[in-house]
């Protein structure tokens, strides 16, 4: 299945946001995917956008790459172009194709076998029993209670219990489950997550939890191709940008049905601060803002919402000033997560399971869920120092 492709509504963000405070528009780390993603998107639309390779997509959660083992010179040439494209903006993928090619050849004359004679095979159903037990474990719904939507074409598709799956529909299905281990998700009605990427989490949640309303919020063009996948799964419970971009108010919209997903921009975050939120949701999200970005929405969603699932590198993600093409300019650490949420206590920081290992970047992520403190309980300042 492909998406549709609708140039207007992503033109009809980009122009809005421009118009928006500072606060709700990308900052120095997002800007910088900016200025290749709307580009590609104008010039390629979304077909094929789950395999599409250099895509800056994939860094917001969207692609579903095969990544093959044995010979890995397409990966080198990969990682070389991504650092190319960064610095000019686009950048040609026919060195990507060639070099798969001579893996092929290379791979079809020297085949290499994976350590303890594993096969892909057993990886994927290794990858997936792992993520059974720890649904398990947590009390979520099985795995095999969730098929994930092939919309956009992945790459990397495997069959596990009758449906087909990604290494990346595995990993929000553990980040899921994450959230399972302390919030009963059967009582969540009301669930916003900001910074949603392509709306994937979303999916996995709403098709287990049809009970949920979802706030999805993102800056453009990441919540322009939200739309678009959540619209092409869920054809009629997505509640348009069109329909949002001028709320004064999200009663406005009426009663919301059980399983309504409504797009909302971040410059009507604030609108939020009116609703009743049970989960509120960021994941690799906060870490890429800056930290009075990030204290604004905490400060809006945090007195209406009872719980936080929030998966960050809560070391913070690398500074510009370190030399890289992306970066922020002051890293939003621990700290700061702390003092925007004191009515809330941290009742868990585990390390963060992707399908076949623990997922690091620059140091390890962690998955954390807050729960809002009883009333009159909020931290003093004498208790932030201690945590
Ligand atoms: C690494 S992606 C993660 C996407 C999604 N949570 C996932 O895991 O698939 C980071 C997301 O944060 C969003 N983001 C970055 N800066 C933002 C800002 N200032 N306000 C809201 N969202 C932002 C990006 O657009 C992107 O969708």
């Known amino acids: 299945m492909q998406l549709r492709d609708d140039q207007d509504l992503l033109d009809l963000m980009m122009a809005d946001m421009r118009?928006?405070?500072d606060l709700y528009r990308p900052t120095s780390y997002w800007a910088a995917y900016e200025k290749s993603t709307v580009p590609e998107i104008r010039a390629l639309g979304l077909k094929d956008f789950r395999r599409r390779e250099l895509s800056t997509l994939a860094s917001a959660g969207a692609t579903d790459p095969w990544l093959p083992g044995g010979v890995s010179f397409a990966r080198r040439v990969r990682n070389w172009c991504w650092e190319h494209k960064n610095r000019t903006g686009r950048c040609a993928t026919w060195p990507i194709s060639l070099a798969k090619g001579i893996d092929r050849l290379l791979g079809a004359a020297l085949p290499l076998d994976l350590p303890w004679k594993l096969t892909v095979q057993q990886l994927a159903e290794l990858a997936a029993e792992?993520?059974?037990?720890?649904?398990?474990?947590?009390?979520?719904?099985?795995?095999?209670?969730?098929?994930?939507?092939?919309?956009?074409?992945?790459?990397?598709?495997?069959?596990?219990?009758?449906?087909?799956?990604?290494?990346k529909t595995l990993h929000y299905y553990l980040r899921y489950a994450a959230c399972c281990r302390h919030v009963d998700l059967e009582q969540v009605h009301v669930c916003v997550e900001l910074g949603c990427g392509a709306g994937r989490q979303i999916e996995l949640l709403r098709k287990l939890y049809p009970q949920m309303v979802f706030i999805a919020s993102d800056i453009p063009p990441q919540l322009y191709v939200a739309e678009q996948f959540l619209s092409a799964i869920f054809p009629d419970s997505v509640i348009s940008y069109r329909d949002t971009r001028e709320l004064g108010s999200l009663d406005e919209l009426g009663p919301l049905d059980a399983g309504s997903i409504v797009i909302l921009p971040t410059w009507k975050f604030p609108l939020?601060?009116?609703?009743?939120?049970?989960l509120f949701w960021n994941a690799a999200s906060f870490q890429e803002m800056e930290p009075h970005v990030v204290r604004n929405y905490l400060g809006i969603v945090s007195p209406v919402t009872d719980w936080v699932f929030m998966q960050e590198l809560f070391s913070g993600k690398t500074r510009l000033s370190d030399g890289g093409a992306t970066g922020v300019v002051e890293q939003v650490v621990l700290q700061h997560y702390v003092e925007?949420?004191?009515?809330?206590?941290?009742?868990?920081?585990?390390?963060?399971?992707?399908?076949?290992g623990l997922i690091v970047e620059e140091d390890v992520y962690h998955d954390s869920v807050w729960r809002r403190r009883p009333a009159g309980n909020a931290l003093s300042g004498d208790q932030y120092a201690q945590v």
């Open 19 to 21: 118009q928006a405070d």
């Open 130 to 167: 792992h993520c059974r037990l720890r649904g398990e474990l947590a009390g979520a719904k099985p795995l095999e209670d969730f098929e994930p939507s092939m919309a956009g074409n992945p790459e990397g598709v495997f069959a596990l219990a009758g449906h087909p799956h990604t290494m």
């Open 272 to 278: 939020v601060s009116a609703l009743s939120v049970d």
């Open 340 to 356: 925007a949420l004191s009515e809330f206590e941290l009742i868990d920081m585990s390390p963060a399971w992707g399908p076949l």
